[in-house]
Nanobody, 121 residues
Framework: QVQLVESGGGLVQAGGSLRLSCAAS????????MGWFRQAPGKEREFVAT????????RYADSVKGRFTISRDNAKNTVYLQMNGLKPEDTAVYYC??????????????WGQGTQVTVSS
């Protein structure tokens, strides 16, 4: 079965950096767009970034543009999210997802269990 396993979350001070990883198995990784979403307490899940399955197209939420970078290694079936200049408002559970290229959660078929990112002020 398909599994997406996130790692790399943690507690960091404002202005710091974290690198999230998501290891995928049970699917033809290169055929899927890989996205990152996040959900803060009491808020809806929101789009963060996505990387197309073919080619090298990326898209970012305006709130993270210039601070976060998504990348993928198809040989390792892994997608990454490098987060720099973290702000307290970036605090959320971060989820990776596999599906069609887009910014809507319904574009994605498979989801990881999430990893907590907490940014202290």
């Amino acid at each position: 079965q398909v599994q997406l396993v996130e790692s790399g979350g943690g507690l960091v001070q404002a202005g710091g950096s974290l690198r999230l990883s998501c290891a995928a198995s049970g699917l033809t990784f290169s055929s899927y767009a890989m996205g990152w979403f996040r959900q803060a307490p009491g808020k809806e899940r929101e789009f963060v970034a996505t990387f197309s399955g073919s080619g090298s197209s990326t898209r970012y939420a305006d709130s993270v543009k210039g601070r976060f970078t998504i990348s993928r290694d198809n040989a390792k079936n892994t997608v990454y999210l490098q987060m720099n200049g973290l702000k307290p408002e970036d605090t959320a559970v971060y989820y990776c997802a596999a599906g069609d290229y887009g910014s809507r959660p319904y574009s994605y078929y498979y989801w990881g269990q999430g990893t907590q990112v907490t940014v202290s002020s």
